[in-house]
T-cell receptor, first 112, second 114 residues
């Protein structure tokens, strides 16, 4: 079945550090891949989305590239800020229209 | 446009009570989801509706959890009877039709069962 894997449960960085969060997926369908971000007290919200047509998504300084060969969809940012502290979810959607598969989430804490 | 609305934002219940959580999706969205979120289990799908028809009903939650879509703009999640292990944040989300579209989440209802 369809699945998505995030191995990093928590990441702690200092401001201006480089961020890299791993995500791998498995599906027999054409995937659409999402990163959602959740701030305390709020529901998750879309950060960026990538389809097989465009391969890369960029939003608010974050970037993710879809790699079909390695079935990966890592999230990265060159220089994190304290305001980026949140939980980040890698999500797999498939065009069959079923519900989307959420990863277990990575809690990012950025310290000044 | 209004986003997804959830009420109440907080609910405290005694063990054995019946509680009903409410959700209003984004206008025009055909798909509606209920999730449970805990620190240990993360996000777990409870129910998925498409055009008011139940498409997925999370197997582990069938016995005491029942979601309904009374019309295209209103959904409820009933937990009966509540147990302390039900303490969690319950999230509602909606989207247009299709797995390639983003979900819009509400702010959630934090349930505490004593």
């Amino acid at each position: 079945g369809d699945s998505v894997t995030q191995m990093q449960g928590q990441v702690t960085l200092s401001e201006d550090d480089f961020l890299f969060i791993n995500c791998t997926y498995s599906t027999t369908w054409y995937p659409t891949l999402f990163w959602y971000v959740q701030y305390p007290g709020e529901g998750p919200q879309l950060l960026l989305k990538v389809t097989t047509a465009n391969n890369k998504g960029i939003s608010r300084g974050f970037e993710a590239t879809y790699d079909k060969r390695t079935t990966s969809f890592h999230l990265q940012k060159a220089s994190v800020q304290e305001s980026d502290s949140a939980v980040y979810y890698c999500v797999l959607g498939v065009n069959s229209g079923t519900y989307q598969r959420f990863g277990t989430g990575t809690k990012l804490q950025v310290v000044p | 446009d209004a986003g997804v609305t959830q009420t109440p934002r907080h609910e405290v219940a005694e063990k054995g009570q019946t509680i009903i959580l409410k959700c209003e999706p984004v206008s025009g969205h055909n798909d509606l989801f209920w999730y449970r979120q805990t620190k240990i289990q993360g996000l777990e799908l409870l129910s998925y509706f498409r055009s008011k028809s139940l498409m997925e009903d999370g197997g582990a939650f069938k016995d005491r959890f029942k979601a309904e879509m009374l019309n295209s703009s209103f959904s409820t999640l009933k937990i009966q009877p509540t147990e302390p292990k039900d303490s969690a944040v319950y999230l509602c989300a909606s989207r247009g039709t299709g797995g390639a579209l983003e979900q819009y989440f509400g702010p959630g209802t934090r349930l505490t069962v004593l």
